[in-house]
C-alpha cells in the first residue's frame, strides 16, 4: 500500500574486494608486496641475497673482476606489468667499506619498498620469455655513458656505489598455475668482466633466478612463494605490446 512517502535509499559504500581490480586497498590480503614484506622478511631476503653473491665469487674465482653488489626487485602484487619494488641490496666488503667511509646509508634499507621504475627492470621482462636465452640477460655499462639513460628520479644505485657494469635477469615463478616474470635479480661488477666470466656469472644467476632444483639455490624462489607474487605471464613478457 502506498503512503506517499519516498523510501530513503542507504547510500551504497564503496567495494574494494574485487580482487581483480588493480588497487591497493583490498583488505585481509597480507602477504602482497610490498605490504607484506616484513622487517624479518627483509633481513631474510638480505641473507639469500648475500649467498647468491657469494656463490658467483666462488664460481668465477677471479679476484679482478669480483662482483661487487647485488640487488633484487620484486613485481608488485596484481600487476600484471612491470610495477617495480626495490627489496634488497648486499655488496661486497671494498664497496660496503668504501660506502662507511663516505658515511652513506646501506642501500638496501635506503632504498627497501621504494618503486622508482628501473629501464633496465623493464627490458628484463620484456625479454624474458624469448626462445633465445641469450636476449633474457639484459646489461648496463657505464663506462660507454649509459649512465645518460637514467631519469631525474631514478636512482642510479650501481653507479654511485662504483660498480660500472651490471646484467639483469627476470625471475620466473609459477602463480595461479601460469609461469609469470616476478622481478629480476642484478649483479654488478667494477667493469665488464671477459665474456667467459659474465657467461658464468649468468648462468649462476640464472639457477637460482630460474631453474636449479638444488635446495640451496632454489632457497629464494621458495622463500618467495609465500607471498602474492605479480607479473606478466611469460609468454606475454613483452608488456610493451599490451599498452
Known amino acids: 500500500m502506498a503512503t506517499g512517502k519516498r523510501m530513503r535509499r542507504e547510500p551504497q559504500r564503496a567495494r574494494f574486494v574485487d580482487r581483480d581490480r588493480l588497487i591497493r586497498y583490498q583488505p ?19 641473507r639469500i641475497l648475500r649467498t647468491i653473491l657469494h656463490d658467483i665469487d666462488n664460481e668465477l674465482k677471479n679476484a679482478q673482476h669480483k662482483p661487487k653488489e647485488l640487488h633484487i626487485r620484486l613485481n608488485e602484487s596484481d600487476k600484471p606489468f612491470a610495477f617495480p619494488v626495490f627489496a634488497g641490496w648486499v655488496e661486497a666488503d671494498d664497496v660496503r667499506k668504501k660506502r662507511q667511509d ?61 660498480n660500472r657494469f651490471q646484467t639483469c635477469l627476470a625471475m620466473v615463478a609459477r602463480v595461479d598455475g601460469q609461469l609469470r616474470a616476478v622481478g629480476t635479480l642484478v649483479v654488478g661488477f667494477r667493469r665488464k668482466p671477459p665474456h667467459a666470466l659474465l657467461r658464468k656469472a649468468q648462468d649462476i644467476l640464472r639457477k637460482w633466478a630460474r631453474e636449479s632444483n638444488t635446495r640451496q639455490r632454489s632457497s629464494l624462489r621458495n622463500f618467495l612463494r609465500k607471498y602474492e607474487l605479480g607479473g606478466p605471464r611469460l609468454e606475454k613478457s613483452d608488456w610493451v605490446r599490451q599498452i
Request: aromatic fraction near 12%; proline fraction near 6%.
Open 28 to 46: 585481509e590480503r597480507r602477504n602482497r608486496i610490498p605490504g607484506g614484506i616484513a622487517p624479518e622478511d627483509f633481513l631474510q631476503i638480505t
Open 102 to 162: 663516505w658515511n652513506h646509508p646501506d642501500p638496501g634499507l635506503h632504498r627497501f619498498g621504494d618503486d622508482v621504475y628501473s629501464e633496465i627492470y623493464g627490458e628484463a621482462f620484456r625479454y624474458a620469455g624469448g626462445e633465445n636465452a641469450k636476449n633474457h640477460f639484459r646489461s648496463r655499462n657505464w663506462e660507454k655513458g649509459e649512465l645518460l639513460e637514467k631519469r631525474a628520479g631514478e636512482k642510479a644505485t650501481d653507479p654511485k656505489a662504483g
